[in-house]
C-alpha cells in the first residue's frame, strides 16, 4: 500500500495529509507556529552537505539547477558517495563491523515531513535510495537488518558485496589488536549528511553511513535516525549531523537545531548551541568530534563543531565552497 493511501485511512492521517506547510501551520496551536513566516521562501537553490564532498555536491547542484526538486538532489548527491569504493566511510567500500560485516544506516526527509530509514542493512550500495523507497511505497518509517534486505530486493535492488580488498585488509590488520580507538576527523565516520532547497523554495534532506569502523555487530548510529542525524521542516530549515553518533542521539541534536532556528536563531548560532549541548552532558571529554550544519528557510547556512578539521560544502549561485567550521575547541 501507498504511504499517502494508507495515512489517508488512518485517524493520524488528516494531519499529515495537509499537502502544504501552510496548511499544517494553520491546523497548529498558535503557540507552536514558527516564527519564520511560512509565505517565506528560499531566496535561491542551495545544496550543503558535510565534510568536502565535492562530486556529491555537484551532483546535487547539477539536479537543482535543472529545476529538480530538493528530494531527488539530496539522494542523487549522496549516492555518489555510496558509490565511491574508495570512500571508507558510505557505502560500498565502507569500513566493516568487527565481525567483517559492512552495515549501513541512512534516512531521507521530504518537505511534508515525510521520511524513511534503513539499520543496519547489508549488501545493498544505496541505501539512501532504499530509505527513500521505506518512504514512499510503505506505510513505515523505518527497516531494519533482514528485512530492510529483503524489502530492497524486492523493490529491484540487486545484492553486491560491499567489503571491498582495501577495508577487508584494514579490518584484518585492526583484528590483530581489537583496540577501539577512533582517531579524530579521519576516523571512520565521516558520514555525509546533505539539505537542498531547491527552486520552489522546498527543503529535503538526506544522510548516509557505514558507520563507526569496527563497531559491535547490530550498532546503529544516529545517522538513520530522524531528528537526531538529520531532520528537515519546510517552514524553519534543516540540519544534520557528522561524528560520533551516540552524542547526536543523546541530544537529538538535527531536531534541536531546527527548534532553535524555528525560535528565531540563525544557522550557525543553532549550531553552536546544538554543540553546546552535547559538550554540556560530557565536561572535559571531549575526545570525540561532532558536526552539525544548517541552512534556513531564506538558505542562510551555518555549521560548528566540537574539534578543528570539520568542513561542510556549499554549492549555491554564488559558488562551490568549502567552508572550515569554527570549533569548540581550537
Ligand atoms: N555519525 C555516524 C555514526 O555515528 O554512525
Known amino acids: 500500500m501507498k504511504r499517502r493511501n494508507f495515512l489517508k485511512n488512518s485517524t493520524i492521517g488528516t494531519a499529515a495529509m495537509l499537502s502544504t506547510p501552510m496548511l499544517a501551520a ?31 555536491s555537484e551532483k546535487a547542484w547539477s539536479v537543482l539547477k535543472e529545476g529538480g526538486s530538493a528530494l531527488d538532489a539530496v ?19 565502507g569500513r566493516p563491523d568487527r565481525d567483517g560485516n559492512v552495515t549501513l544506516d541512512a534516512c531521507i526527509m521530504d518537505r511534508d515531513g515525510n521520511c524513511g530509514a534503513v539499520l543496519c542493512l547489508q549488501n545493498i550500495v544505496h541505501p539512501i535510495s532504499v530509505a527513500r523507497k521505506v518512504m514512499e511505497a510503505t506505510p513505515h518509517v523505518m527497516l531494519a537488518g533482514k528485512g530492510a ?22 579490518w584484518l590488520e585492526w583484528k590483530k589488536t581489537s583496540l577501539y580507538k577512533p582517531i579524530i576527523n579521519i576516523e571512520n565516520h565521516d558520514t ?3 539539505l537542498a532547497i531547491d527552486r520552489n523554495g522546498d527543503i529535503a534532506g538526506g544522510c548516509t553511513t557505514s558507520g563507526m569502523a569496527y ?32 552524542e547526536v542521539v543523546r541530544t537529538v541534536g538535527s531536531f534541536l537545531i531546527v527548534e532553535l532556528m524555528r525560535q528565531g536563531k540563525s544557522p550557525q548560532e543553532a549550531c553552536e548551541e546544538g554543540v553546546r549541548r552535547i559538550i554540556a552532558k560530557n565536561g572535559d571529554k571531549l575526545d570525540f568530534q561532532i558536526g552539525f550544519i544548517a541552512i534556513n528557510k531564506e538558505g542562510e547556512t551555518g555549521g560548528y563543531c566540537i574539534q578543528p578539521g570539520f568542513t561542510y560544502r556549499t554549492y549555491s549561485e554564488e559558488g562551490h565552497v568549502n567552508n572550515p567550521s569554527a570549533s569548540h575547541l581550537k
Open 215 to 246: 563497531k559491535m555487530a547490530g550498532r546503529v548510529g544516529d545517522s538513520p535516525i530522524i531528528g537526531a542525524g538529520l531532520f528537515v521542516d519546510n517552514e524553519v530549515g534543516g540540519a544534520t549531523a557528522t561524528g560520533v553518533g551516540e
Open 75 to 93: 539522494e542523487q548527491g549522496v549516492m555518489v558517495e555510496e558509490s565511491d569504493a574508495d570512500n571508507q566511510t558510505v557505502g560500498l567500500g
Open 149 to 170: 534486505e529483503q524489502f530492497a530486493y524486492e523493490m529491484g535492488f540487486k545484492k553486491t558485496i560491499l567489503l571491498t580488498e582495501k577495508s577487508k585488509q584494514e
Open 26 to 56: 494553520a491546523a497548529m496551536p498558535e503557540g507552536m507556529k514558527s516564527k519564520v513566516p511560512p509565505t517565506v521562501k528560499s531566496r535561491r537553490p542551495i545544496v550543503i552537505c558535510t565534510w568536502d564532498f565535492h562530486n556529491a
Open 192 to 194: 555525509i549528511g546533505m
